[in-house]
């Protein structure tokens, strides 16, 4: 591997890594902080990807695409918690699998009615549709570096939000001791919804601005959602920065993986997995 | 926990002379239906193996899989690999094959994935399971050892002829009805027995506490990777019966569709005696059947989305119906009997 195609797989490794944290921090933040498995979060990604294609094909931009569909994201966020999550922080695990499953149905089949089943491409913003030059022989596309960016300045939001602000300080004692921070007067059920809506935000945009490279097709939403589950299982349950660390780490295995063993290209972040699991039970930076 | 709860491990009399009933009337079934549905109910009992061999894990011993279909796959695609496009294979050596190979990949996967607890088990069965269905997913053929195997890519495999049993002719679809009919009362009643045995008693055990379990002294990792290993190899068998049934095999019977399925049936029956996985299996698949089958409104073709039925229908249950049916079941003849006496 010469140092140019190298250099090409390393950014494509971060940019992998930056969008897979996007969702497992929602994912490990809903679980850390409500208590709540949500397998239908791959399902806010594949509906991310759909709208942003819908509204754009519509409206002829992606930029006002996104900015629309993240607001019409965290509103449907707030919804589905207020009617029905809602009710279940204090269930069973299991009963919250077999929920956010359902879901996953109804999610699946609410995009076959309203977009049907074809595999869809969305183009890439004219400003963003450039390449610039890495070496002599390389160049690499403006909009994957875009896609980073997105992903750094919302996980630096995030951890501005969280660790910065009275709201996060908030989040993070209704983590730690939830009757105790109810007792001294924090609307804890607002802060879940928060928090909810922070995560549908993210997996929403997420797929919102991964549609012009994945391109946008049926089974997306599941896909997306295991190796989530690999990247929070490496991270560990609740942790944000272990989400961040295991997410880079997870993309670089697998993209380099395609590139220098293609046969077990596939399976290669489950051996990471199992590797970490037989070391660390409870993940790398279990909190 | 209402895992905990929600059990019903000693079955009551009238839900004893309720299995018995069923067990009569489908040995009666293929004399009285036709072939098509004859077919169907034998899917069903296959799929009600599957449901038990998931509940010694879930509603025994509290370990909640995401990943079961794995096992089934797996005995399944082992059905595939030993046939050979002209000639049968001899039911009694590949079908312990089966039921042990799936039992080794259990024993192996169990070996990571049940040093982890509760929602850790439930993300990494999935994602163990998920790694064996990109295995076969992705490939059409894998050389082990320089053996070439057949695994058919996203496509699956056709496997042309049943097995051969010798004694009886498993070609015939009534003989083949009540070679499966005979494994599920063997299977239910193995594990009727592995439940009221000491090691059963471990696996409730650690349901109910497990820290408890291992300060009495009970090295409780062992006996979760012995029911995991147990709970894989009876998938295996349900999974190579589906295997000979279908006559196909193909990546969706590992996929977490069919895990989550399992799950369902389950929790729809009643957890942690088995008879509930059975009459879920029957439910859960009836249900499937009447929403594929539903009629269109309209302009609106009710039965090509009849996932969005299911979704409802599994939010529903989880919502109103924790105990199951056969809790219901039993409340509602527990009610008439107090009302005679």
Not at chain 1, 43 to 57: P, R, T
Not at chain 2, 58 to 77: E, N
Request: hydrophobic residues 55%; aromatic residues 12%; proline residues 3%.
């Amino acid at each position: 591997m010469d140092f140019s195609l190298f250099l090409l797989q390393l950014l494509n490794s971060v940019q992998y890594g930056l969008l897979l944290f996007m969702l497992a921090a929602g994912l490990t933040l809903i679980f850390g902080i409500m208590g709540v498995v949500n397998l239908a979060h791959g399902s806010f990604y594949m509906l991310g990807a759909y709208v942003a294609w819908s509204l754009s094909s519509r409206l002829g931009s992606l930029t006002v695409a996104i900015l629309l569909g993240a607001v019409l994201a965290v509103a449907f966020g707030l919804l589905l918690e207020r009617l029905l999550f809602r009710h279940f922080y204090h269930r069973d695990h299991l009963d919250q699998v077999l929920l956010t499953f359902g879901l996953i149905y109804v999610f699946e089949e609410m995009r076959s009615i309203l977009w049907g089943d074809d595999v869809h491409g969305v183009n890439i913003p004219a400003t963003l549709g450039a390449s610039i030059p890495l070496t002599e022989n390389l160049s690499y596309p403006v909009y994957r570096l875009f896609m980073s960016g997105v992903c750094i300045a919302l996980a630096l939001a995030l951890y501005f939000l969280i660790s910065k602000t009275r709201l996060g300080m908030k989040i993070r004692a209704g983590a730690f001791n939830h009757d105790m921070t109810e007792a001294l007067g924090v609307n804890i059920k607002r802060i879940h919804a928060i928090v909810f809506a922070i995560g549908v935000g993210l997996a929403t945009i997420a797929g919102m601005i991964a549609a012009p490279i994945s391109s946008v097709y049926p089974n997306m939403g599941s896909q997306v959602l295991i190796m989530c589950f690999v990247v929070v299982v490496i991270g560990g349950i609740g942790s944000v920065r272990g989400a961040l660390i295991s997410a880079l780490l997870v993309g670089t295995v697998d993209t380099f993986g395609k590139v220098l063993l293609p046969q077990i290209a596939g399976m290669l972040v489950y051996m990471l997995m199992a590797a970490v699991l037989l070391w660390k039970p409870e993940g790398l930076f279990k909190q | 926990m209402s895992v905990a709860k929600s059990h019903l491990e000693v079955l009551p009399r009238s839900l004893q002379l309720l299995l018995v009933l069923g067990l009569i009337a489908l040995a009666a079934f293929p004399f009285v239906s036709t072939d098509f549905y004859a077919a169907m109910m034998a899917r069903m009992m296959i799929l009600a193996i599957f449901a038990m061999s998931l509940d010694l894990l879930q509603g025994v011993t509290g370990l909640v899989s995401l990943g079961h279909a794995a096992f089934f796959g797996i005995g399944g695609y082992f059905l595939s690999l030993v046939s050979t496009d002209s000639g049968t294979v001899s039911l009694w050596w590949t079908l312990p094959g089966a039921v042990l190979a799936s039992a080794l990949f259990a024993l192996v996967i169990g070996f990571f994935v049940v040093r982890t607890h509760g929602i850790y088990f439930i993300m990494v069965t999935m994602a163990f399971a998920q790694m064996l269905f990109y295995l076969v997913f992705d490939n059409k053929e894998v050389s082990l050892l320089g053996l070439p195997l057949r695994l058919g890519g996203s496509d699956g495999v056709y496997i042309n002829l049943k097995p051969d049993a010798a004694l009886f002719d498993l070609e015939n679809r009534k003989v083949f009805y009540f070679f499966t009919l005979a494994c599920l009362v063997l299977v239910y009643l193995f594990l009727r027995r592995v439940l009221w045995s000491p090691f059963g008693r471990v696996l409730a055990g650690i349901r109910v506490n497990e820290h408890r379990m291992r300060a009495l002294g009970y090295g409780t990792f062992g006996y979760k990777l012995a029911a995991f290993t147990l709970a894989g190899g009876l998938a295996g068998l349900a999974g190579y019966l589906w295997g000979a049934q279908t006559g196909f095999v193909n990546p969706e019977l590992m996929g977490f569709h069919m895990s989550a399925h399992a799950i369902m049936m389950v929790i729809l029956g009643g957890m942690g005696n088995f008879a509930g996985a059975i009459v879920g299996a029957f439910a859960f698949e009836y249900l499937l059947h009447l929403f594929k089958d539903a009629p269109d409104i309209g302009g609106f073709r009710a039965g090509k989305h009849w996932q969005l039925w299911m979704g409802l229908f599994i939010v529903l249950v989880v919502a109103f119906a924790p105990r199951g049916l056969l809790g219901l079941a039993e409340r509602v003849l527990r009610s008439k009997g107090e009302h005679r006496g």
